[in-house]
Nanobody, 124 residues
Framework: QVQLVESGGGLVQPGGSLRLSCVASGFTLAYYAIGWFRQAPGKEREGVSCINRSGDSIYYADSVAGRFAISRDNANNTAYLQMNSLKVGDPAVYYC?????????????????WGQGTQVTVSS
């Protein structure tokens, strides 16, 4: 059974950090590009970051560049999103997703597998 499970979300103060994890099961993550997306209430799901299959091409949305870092650990079938300097504009449900391709795409439609999401809340 193909499955992605995110974890690591929670409540953090502005300026704080969280590390999200995305564990894949039922397939080999190394064959996939991995994207992180987020969706805030009343807004469309938006791309946050993506890492290509080989790990040598990474994309960040302008809103998170310099604060977030995506990585992958193929040996453990896991991807990560390190989020630093969290702001009031960052709260959302964060999702990881995969596409069986060497490259990233910004559209949600390009990703076939999705996790259930993990909630990130930023509040003082």
């Amino acid at each position: 059974q193909v499955q992605l499970v995110e974890s690591g979300g929670g409540l953090v103060q502005p300026g704080g950090s969280l590390r999200l994890s995305c564990v894949a099961s039922g397939f080999t993550l190394a064959y996939y590009a991995i994207g992180w997306f987020r969706q805030a209430p009343g807004k469309e799901r938006e791309g946050v970051s993506c890492i290509n299959r080989s790990g040598d091409s990474i994309y960040y949305a302008d809103s998170v560049a310099g604060r977030f870092a995506i990585s992958r650990d193929n040996a453990n079938n896991t991807a990560y999103l390190q989020m630093n300097s969290l702001k009031v504009g960052d709260p959302a449900v964060y999702y990881c997703a995969t596409r069986r391709s060497r490259s990233c795409r910004s559209s949600t439609q390009a990703y076939a597998n999705w996790g259930q999401g993990t909630q990130v809340t930023v509040s003082s």
